[in-house]
């Protein structure tokens, strides 16, 4: 929303430069997104949060500015005195409310004698400047009332209005009503409408009716304001496929207590400015009693919450700052937070006020009482285990290097497609507000890919490690109808090139740093998951699968080039991805430590290379030497694999450093030669190996 500076130091005095005011609202939570002179005048742009639309005023801003500032918000007299109720005679018009739930207070007033035209130069250069064309004095100055008081109002041509009645009800099966954009619309009975004795004269809340509009000839005016369910705003919204001004503030929430007000400052300019008299009474109807609020909040608590020194007088000045009314002793209180403040409903909505007033930028660096004594706690209970596990989690992978990241778990309906996702059926959204949030997604994959690219493409890195730690969704296709699943999974993405050191040149990250990242992890959580060569494809590759205790984790692969290309990495940046559930990470009980102690004689080494079949799988081949090479094999590594014009095709040669101990004393060569024998055997009865030379 956009808002005049000028026109905000009609409610509250402003000393600060622009700038300096726009960096206070932004700090205080309220950004301000632009500034900008226009004739003269500063304008102010800033986006509001859902939460907040009594910020979608200039009254509401001034209000917000006093809390900011430290000011007492006092309504300026002439406020006042444009909102005065008056003294008129005759009877009301009847107004008649349907639907008690969608509309809980409906307020009008009947203008008679009143010339319609155009507004005076101060209206349409003050709507102007804030981008609001002028249409007329009429409609002008109700627009005007909106965007100074947050209340929308609209102006019916009474003599156009049948019955000289308003109901405010329900649409009917099949009504139409064509509003003020000449749309001729179809209603459904969730719409909320207005109407005359015969039909919907306006889509409540949303837009006029044409019949019903005031041109130059309009004599009797009827001035709406109301309240209404914001519910109800958004479904009509999303059915009509139409919004306007009036529904954005609708739909978020309006005062209650503003809705006569406004009626009356509205009513006051247009006698004013349109030569207006009102002869009959206010029709004011509806459920007009307030629901006091009491919010219990204890000082000093507040204080442990937020990590703040914030003592408890100054906790109550910054409440009543923002309009709240506090009772109680010094050790708990009862908040009423006012009328205008609908967001605050419970006792953390008013620590996020006092944080937000009293300066994030004074907050300590500390932790909250609940997370401190879970961290110094024993861990006794299995999911004291599991959370401890889970924060290490996100700890350890940053000690490896890896940036977390967050992704969207909307996605586009063609992503599964492009991701060439194995993970299941996916979640269609039966109402997206658009294609490219229309799908739940199954995988992480895609959300990872994406931030692969613009990374890329925007040169933030050469060296991109990225670990996610979100839910997907997944149809689980053996019941019917498939009812949705969402697990936790764990993501970790590697990809570019490392920094050049000195002597040292820039390599291309891939398979083995992934695997690299994920050995660190699983040694610090002190799990041992058995990994396997999958026979399926994963992520466009014949993956590395990772299983614990007989559960599958996951699976670990480079993806496919064609994959990719879909998600536009450019060519030649190879990708190694990692994608495991980490619930039976976080249940799974740690690996009993065997600690003993160093030999006391260096181990003897040998060197092994076996030429095999390329078909043959390491997973077994490594069985098979570390059961052979007992008792005295200490430890054994993999350090050349070879395919070439030098081994026969089909063929690859594998070399492996075996390193022989037996503790405390010193082998003699005929022991070592005896076990190193017994491993060749082994190999060539197993797998047909061939000694290399």
Known sequence: MKYSLSWLKEFIEISLPPQALAERLTLTGCEITSLEQVEGNWILESEITPNRPDLLSHLGLARELAAALGREFRPPRWLKKQTRPFISHGDPLPVTIEDGEGCRRYVGIIIENARVGESPPDIVGRLASLGVRSVNNVVDITNLCMIELGQPLHAFDLDKVDGQTIRVRRARAKETVTTLDGV????????????????????????????????????????????????????????ARLTSDSSYRFERGVDLVMVQTAAIRAARMICLYAGGKIHRGITDVGNLRLHARKIMLRPRYAQEVLGMRIYPAQQKKLLQRLGCQVKGTSRRWKVEPPSWRSDLRISEDLYEELARLFGYDRCLATLPPALRQNITSKWKQPEDLSIARRALLHRLLAEAGAQEIMTYSLVHSEDHAKANSLSGGFLQLAEPLSMDQAVLRNTLLIGALKTVSWNIKHKSAESLKFFEIGRVFRADTRTSPPLPKDPYLLSLLVAGTTAPAWGVPAKSLGIFDLKGILSFLFDRLQLAPSIDLADAVYFGKQANIYTLNGRQLGAAALVDPKILAAFDVPVGVPVAYAELEIEPILEAPPVSLKVTPLPKVPAVSRDLAVVVSENSSYKEIHSAIERSGKPLLHAFALFDRYKGKQVPSGKMSLAFRLAFSDGDRTLTDEEVAAAYQKIVQNLKANFDAVLRA
């Open 184 to 239: 001729l619309r179809e209603l459904t009975p969730e719409s909320l409408v207005i109407a005359d004795a015969q039909k919907p004269v306006a889509l409540a809340g949303i837009m006029g009716g044409k019949e019903s509009e005031i041109t130059s000839s309009t004599k009797k005016i009827f001035l709406e304001s109301a309240w209404f369910d914001p519910k109800r705003i958004r479904k009509a919204v999303k059915a």
